[in-house]
């Protein structure tokens, strides 16, 4: 009798074992996570507010980074240490360092931080290639949501968008996934099933201020080129056309009885810019067109360098694509006639 309980307290064992036995993905998911979850850093943005009477009032707000190199420097978002008078890292050990801001990038919401810490306190992500990603490929976001210290989350990459309007800001080539990124996320890595940094969690779509399934990454190959230009200059060097446009749509372009039905308008022309060098010319007049304001009378830039131009968007990102320096051919269509133009782009002023 005792040997057969044995037996049966033995068969329950195993079969525990093996409904208890994780599955190759999630000994993936666990792998990653033990091995990197040390990297990502908890960012503490401390300010000071004052009240009607003048009173200091303290406040404090808390994002995500991750560690990039053995000199101490950590990627983040620009929104996480926006307006800090004080910026503290907490790493994985417990340890608290005061932080450097480097340099920030509004327009890719993007910043640089740098502690001094040991390098032997210091765990590296390993930067992926974010070229090659695929809707339906697996990720994985580690962060600190709400505040709550190393919390991972997956998910697959479920749409890679060419734009993503977040309020007032607008960010390019964004990578969607519905991997959990809530508030306190902002900043940390989005990991592919190797454990590769392919994005940095951005926002969120919610009606709600919570996850609701729709969360936004930057692009680490444009990361990459961000931190590069960070780290050499302290800012990131944008090439510069010096026009002001607005997009022309087909609706407009049959009001105004134009031969083209999409471009960009010159609204107008910043004095001394590479666009005034090249005699772009702006509009003349204000003209009210249903419930828009238009002003016409300028050049309307229909093509640059080969394609079609077909809003002011698309002129601006093909403009962030260049290097001060370069040659854009412009097309553009000037009192009813086509005209190219070639323009030497310079660096946009700061």
Not at 35 to 54: K, M, S
Not at 120 to 134: C, H, I, K, V
Not at 317 to 333: C, F, N, S, V, W
């Amino acid at each position: 009798m005792r040997v057969f309980l044995l037996a049966i307290a033995a068969a329950g064992l195993a079969a525990a074992s093996s409904v208890w036995a994780l599955t190759g993905d999630e000994e993936n998911s666990v792998a990653i996570y033990r091995r990197l979850n040390a990297g990502v850093v908890n960012i503490t943005n401390r300010a000071v507010a004052y009240d009607f009477f003048f009173n200091p009032i303290p406040s404090d707000s808390s994002g995500s980074g991750f560690i990039l190199d053995t000199q101490g420097h950590i990627l983040t978002n620009h929104h996480v240490v926006q307006g800090a008078q004080r910026l503290e890292v907490s790493l994985a050990d417990g340890t608290k360092w005061i932080a450097k801001l480097v340099g920030t990038d509004p327009q890719t919401d993007l910043a640089v931080l740098q502690i001094k810490a040991p390098s032997e306190a210091l765990t590296l992500l390993p930067l992926g290639d974010s070229s090659s990603l695929q809707v339906g490929q697996k990720v994985l976001a580690i962060g600190n949501p709400f505040g709550l210290e190393h919390s991972l989350s997956a998910g697959i990459i479920s749409s890679l968008r060419k734009i993503v309007k977040t309020g007032a800001r607008e960010i390019e080539d964004v990578i969607q996934t519905d991997a959990a990124i809530n508030p306190g996320n902002s900043g940390g890595p989005l990991l592919d099933s190797e454990g590769r940094v392919v994005g940095i969690n951005t926002a969120i779509f919610s009606t709600s201020g919570g996850n609701m399934g729709i969360g936004f990454a930057i692009p680490i190959n444009t990361a990459k080129r961000v931190v590069a230009d960070i780290l050499a200059h302290g800012y990131v060097v944008y090439a510069y056309l010096g026009t002001e446009t607005q997009t022309l749509t087909p609706a407009l372009a049959r009001a105004l009885e134009l031969p083209v039905e999409q471009g960009a308008i010159v609204v107008r022309v910043a004095r001394g810019s590479p666009a005034m060098k090249a005699g772009l010319q702006g509009g003349t007049k204000q003209v009210v067109i249903g419930n828009a304001i238009v002003i016409i009378g300028g050049d309307i830039i229909i093509g640059a360098d080969g394609m079609k131009i077909l809003t002011s968007e698309g002129l601006r990102r093909l403009i962030h694509k260049h290097q001060p320096g370069d040659l854009m051919k412009l097309e553009i269509l000037r009192q009813g006639k086509r005209v190219e133009v070639e323009v030497k782009l310079t660096e946009q002023p700061r």
